[in-house]
């Protein structure tokens, strides 16, 4: 199975690895069928932008890459345009993954979404196009069918 050497770079590189303190969101997403666990963090502005995305993952390398080039994205959008970070957008940013590790880049996408709602639901708005978060990726599964 062979990385892109973006992939690598964020795997033995990752960045915004940690937890924000006081965070305005957080969303904790795990795909049962392999054991990965993400947490992410978002601190968002009065202006509704998000000044900084930190997160923990539990998984393989892939998983990692995905939770940092994700956080990496999602940096300096509103909470509008963060929803347009899809797994497929993390996964063209890692220049792809092997397709037994595009789950990776669904708990990516997951993960970041059950910030948003965290957020949202703390603030009592409606992010337009933000569903209910999963905790299990898997039940999502068709959504990621290629």
């Known amino acids: 199975m062979l990385y892109s050497e973006k992939v690598m770079d964020h795997f033995m590189n ?6 924000i ?23 968002i502005t009065d202006n509704g932008v998000v000044e900084d995305a930190k997160f923990k993952t539990f998984g393989c390398g892939a998983a990692v890459a995905t939770s940092s080039m994700a956080t990496e994205m999602i940096k300096g959008k509103t909470v509008g345009d963060a929803l347009q970070i899809t797994n497929k957008a993390v996964m063209e940013a890692l220049d792809g993954l092997p397709p037994i590790k595009v789950h990776c880049s669904c ?21 337009e196009g933000l569903r209910e978060p999963v905790n299990d990726v898997s039940e999502h599964e068709e959504l990621y069918a290629h």
Do not use: F, S
């Open 107 to 127: 708990l990516a996408e997951e993960a970041l979404h059950a910030a948003l709602w965290d957020y949202a639901q703390k603030n009592h708005i409606v992010i």
């Open 21 to 43: 303190e006081d965070p305005d969101g957080v969303g904790t997403v795990g795909n049962i069928k392999c054991g990965d666990i993400m947490k992410v963090y978002l601190k």
């Open 14 to 19: 990752p960045r915004n690895v940690g937890e």
